[in-house]
């Protein structure tokens, strides 16, 4: 049976994903999904995996989050506070998103899923480094080009047009 | 351990809908950028949960590759809102319509 920790992050974590997509302050949202995400990082520390857990904080929480609230700040005011939505997908979409936590729900109740359980230790953190300097290695090389790739495409993106002759 | 797999992959299956919600019913640009992290994120805990009980460490790995390219990817798509922003002066993906034939 799950504990009680279990409980109250899954709460957290599914309240604050709704409340991130339907609060009407983007504002509002965009902490709802700090939230959302810092949920997701207990739940990686309720697995034994600390270093994915500080990794997740670091970079979701830490990042991205006050990425997406400068941007939100960037908007004009009243499109912060605006409801953009179609009323009539609305239903459509809740009774899309309840087929299917029914339906992949049953699938994975019925498959064998429930009866997984161990009495192993968790990995240990210095095998993760193994990983990535052994066998990953390339993929580690290809994932820092690709951030620094990026970054560099969002600055050229961003950058005004007209304040470069200025 | 108290919990078991499944409660990990409920959890993770509960994620991944509202994502889907979000994405289909929002057309708010940075609404739908929430739903797409919120089913990344369904991704990653599924990915750590199988590799808690199998166990193996490549489950963490992936799920650290993957974090960091969500990363990159909020980057990109940040600044393209921005761009989309400064063109048409709104954020609905409705208005976006200067590529449609």
């Known amino acids: 049976m799950v504990d009680a920790a279990f409980l109250a992050l899954s709460v957290i974590t599914i309240g604050s994903a709704i409340a991130a997509l339907e609060l009407r302050s983007l504002i509002y949202g965009s902490i709802a999904l700090m939230g959302t995400l810092g949920g997701v990082a207990g739940f990686f520390l309720l697995l034994d995996s600390p270093f994915v857990a500080l990794f997740q904080i670091a970079v979701y929480v830490g990042s991205i989050a006050v990425l997406i609230l400068f941007t939100v700040m960037l908007v004009k005011r009243e499109l912060i506070f605006k409801k953009i939505e179609d009323p009539k997908r609305k239903w459509a979409g809740i009774g899309l998103m309840l087929i299917f936590m029914v339906a992949i729900g049953a699938i994975i109740l019925d498959s064998g899923l429930k009866s997984v359980t161990t009495d192993e230790p968790p990995v240990d953190f210095r095998e993760i480094g193994d990983d990535f300097l052994t066998y990953y290695w390339p993929a580690l090389i290809l994932m820092a080009l690709i951030l620094a790739g990026s970054v560099t495409g969002a600055l050229v993106l961003a950058r005004r047009e007209d304040e470069i002759s200025g | ?101």
């Open chain 2, 1 to 101: 351990m108290g919990n078991e797999l499944i409660d990990f992959v409920i959890v993770s299956v509960a994620l991944l809908a509202i994502g889907i919600y979000g994405l289909s019913v929002k057309r708010n640009a940075i609404r739908m950028l929430f739903a797409i992290e919120i089913i990344i994120n369904a991704a990653n805990l599924n990915l750590v949960a199988f590799g808690r009980f199998i166990p193996h460490s490549g489950g963490q790995t992936l799920a650290l590759f993957s974090i960091a390219i969500a990363a990159a990817e909020v980057a990109v798509g940040l600044s393209l809102i921005i761009v989309a922003y400064r063109m048409y002066k709104n954020i609905d993906i409705a208005d976006f319509r200067s590529l449609k034939g």
